[in-house]
């Protein structure tokens, strides 16, 4: 199987690491635990294991109220035991998925705590806030019967800040440079410590615009491909498994345009059209580039085969060494050519790694 498509033939075994195997007879999972637990998943046949949120949390809403993403929950282990146990998985070829929540933080992370204790602090930014409780608060609830609004006032802020969820998850404000900063940064912390991929959650509201004037919020799709390509270039197969709760005829904005071949934004528009219609203009450009990469080919070999008769009659050694290197040198042109030129992709994987 070619490693940078793992994922397609993957069989992910999702857990939660406190309540799977408890090592230390605290009640309670933790790495050691699932250490010893690797060969029977192995056994099973597992080659992915997914891990639900394991950071350090107050854990009011199962550890998807994250506090520390740099950190492991100390009831679970420390940063060695979960190195050590991906280690362990990669040594039997199973590959670590982990949840990455954030679209929002704990309202105990430092962050938030900042933010609401300095007006002036950059982490202010990272929030949403308004001075009056927007108009549409009691919109968009994700939890309708437990949360009366999306807007709630922090005593210390002397303002509103933003939730999509509980209020204790104030959302961050991802269109925000140094918070997609930040979310690459927390990305290239785990891949160091042995990750393959994150099973990103609410990727719906992440990449929505939010703040107290925003009526229909609008998807930034192009940060989807911000956080694809870091990970294309910090390690080529590691892959993001969105958790996106949207309708069909917009599923394929979430996997990009692969690399123009393809115009998934025709769903949008014609939601009858049918998916991974073929950009006629950009397939036919690499298919001309193609055929002209075919023509220089031929020329060259025809230059060079004229250039060996012409040596064989001078009766020089070097002639019998030119139909080799003729041949060699037009195989080389067509296969980096044609494949760097064409690259069709199946839509059902246009944007994963290729």
Known sequence: MINDLWYKNAVIYCLSVGTYMDSNGDGVGDFKGLMRRLDYLHGLGVTAIWLMPFQVSPHRDDGYDVSDYYGVDPRYGTIGDFVEFTHGAKQRGIRVLIDLVVNHTSDEHPWFKQAC???????????????????????????????????????????????????????????????????????????????????????????????????????????????????????????VLAEANVLPETDMEYFGACDGLLEPRTLRKNPGTRPGKVNNRALTLALL???????????LTGLFTALSRLLARLRLSAATL??????????????????????????SFCGLPT
């Open 289 to 299: 580039a193609t055929l002209t990469g075919l023509l220089l080919s031929t020329l």
């Open 322 to 347: 030119l139909p080799a290197v003729t041949a060699l040198l037009a195989t080389t042109l067509v296969l980096l050519v044609g494949p760097l030129l064409i690259r069709v992709h199946d839509y």
């Open 117 to 239: 204790k300095d007006p002036a602090s950059k982490y202010r930014d990272w929030y949403i806030w308004s001075k009056k409780k927007p108009p549409r608060a009691d919109h968009g609830m994700v939890f309708p019967g437990v949360e009366k609004s999306t807007w709630s006032y922090d005593q210390e802020a002397k303002a509103w800040y933003f939730h999509r969820f509980y209020d204790f998850q104030p959302d961050l404000n991802t269109s925000h440079p140094e918070v997609q900063a930040e979310i690459l940064k927390i990305m290239g912390f785990w891949i160091q410590l042995g990750v393959s991929g994150f099973r990103m959650d609410a990727v719906p509201f992440i990449i929505a615009t939010k703040g107290p004037k925003v009526g229909k919020p609008e998807e930034q799709y192009d940060m989807l491909r911000i956080f694809r390509e870091f990970l294309q270039w910090r390690q080529g197969d590691c892959i």
